[in-house]
């Protein structure tokens, strides 16, 4: 491994983030999973959660995927909402939602500087009411025109954006994030990963 | 025309900033134009300019466009760089391109609440170097992660968002900005089309 390699890895390593993370709930189009994925990536989120009840697993995503951002990310792929809520729990004090209802709050309004798991719904019928019940709150993006609706891989990015603009302003990252033991595990798969 | 129709309209127009543009530079993918005017349309952008001196022009958009979003903005279409900017200067004190280089500055050191057009290029070579030479800077937004590009579709949403942002916070949405004329036509326009 070239140094320059190194360097990069220890980089991405030291900004990532174990206090924020995405939720996919039945999102099925590969286009919009690779492009949350490279989103999450770029802000420095490490874990993913997916959880498809009423759609088939995917295809398995690990160190050798061919999508360009999984082999980057951890993805914890969930078939049993009661589950994936267990582990989410255990590392995310809240848990929102994206749905437009009424009481939404703006995302301009969260604090997405406290550990945050943030649910993106199904394309077609967005976040269920089981997961509504379920989470501490729900948000909007604002939007002011004629069309209501972002598509899936816009709506996360723009507020993993809002999230890493908060978490800069506030030094998340400066300094290593990751414990120690997940840090050098990472290492080790990253070595062997092809950029 | 209902009631509830007619207020819609209003209340989007009346929301609409002529102070805040977007620049496609040879962009080609089709999904990728109607992604960003998806995204402008959700935050006020009423104009929009699509410069195409490497590719040939586009469809007409236009009120019967069948793309989504086209119909609800003003396109603005060109083949020649000087015409373009000599429009873009009339409106936009600062032209902003998004290029990767040394000099670039991050998307959350910019102040997006005076007048600006912000220029996004070709999905392969990025914006041309005619038009770096004649913009008056260039910015990025900041990404931590192992991958280094975000989808233009994606980097124009968090780039437009951040605009809102700082727009919203400053009160560009709590008074009319189009001038009387313009809102009039546009409101005309809108009567005919169909959501």
Redesign the interface.
Known sequence: MTNERRQ??E??LS?RQNDLTVVLENVFDPHNIS?VM???????IQDIYVLNTKIPLHKKWGPRSSS??AK?LTVHQFQNTEECFTQLRKKYSTILTTHLSTDAVSL?QLDLTQPVALVFGNEHSGVSEEIIQLADGNFV???????R???I??AC??TL??A??QK?NTGH?EKQKLDSQVYSTLFTQ?ELNH?
């Not at 490279?38 to 420095?44: F, H, L, P, Q």
């Open positions: 990069k890895i980089s991405v900004k492009a490279r989103s999450c990536d770029a802000v420095g360009s951002a980057w301009y993006i604002p939007q002011v025109g004629m069309i609706s972002l598509n891989s816009v990015a723009v954006y809002e890493f603009r800069h990252f990253w950029e």
